[in-house]
């Protein structure tokens, strides 16, 4: 069974940086490829930006491209989210996900594992 714990989350201020993980344990890591995703109060699930196994080959929303990046260690069984310039649009539970063989990135139903989520708040 695999299972994703995302940690990282918090409280910060229009501008400010926060840098998410996850860590993945339960199977081979790097046979996954990686997402995030977000949800923001009363609002659908959103995909933000998601990651290949080998790492080369990333996609990001149009809302947080250059400001976001994804990356992940496949030493360490986790898969990061560098989050700069934060907005209070920003605001929401994100979700790490896991899946093989994705074909559209962007899509939700494409993942099979999920993790709890993590707040991240924005004040303006």
């Known amino acids: 069974q695999v299972q994703l714990v995302e940690s990282g989350g918090g409280l910060v201020q229009a501008g400010d940086s926060l840098m998410l993980s996850c860590v993945v344990s339960g199977r081979t890591f790097r046979r996954y490829e990686m997402a995030w995703f977000r949800q923001a109060p009363g609002k659908d699930r959103e995909f933000v930006a998601a990651?290949?196994?080998?790492?080369?080959?990333?996609h990001y929303a149009d809302s947080v491209k250059g400001r976001f990046t994804i990356s992940r260690d496949n030493a360490k069984n986790t898969v990061y989210l560098q989050m700069n310039n934060l907005e209070p649009e920003d605001t929401a539970v994100f979700y790490c996900?896991?899946?093989?063989?994705?074909?559209?990135?962007?899509?939700?139903?494409?993942?099979?594992?999920w993790g709890q989520g993590t707040q991240v708040t924005v004040s303006s």
């Open positions: 996900a896991a899946g093989i063989a994705i074909v559209v990135a962007s899509s939700a139903v494409e993942y099979d594992y």
């Open positions: 990651i290949n196994w080998t790492g080369d080959n990333t």
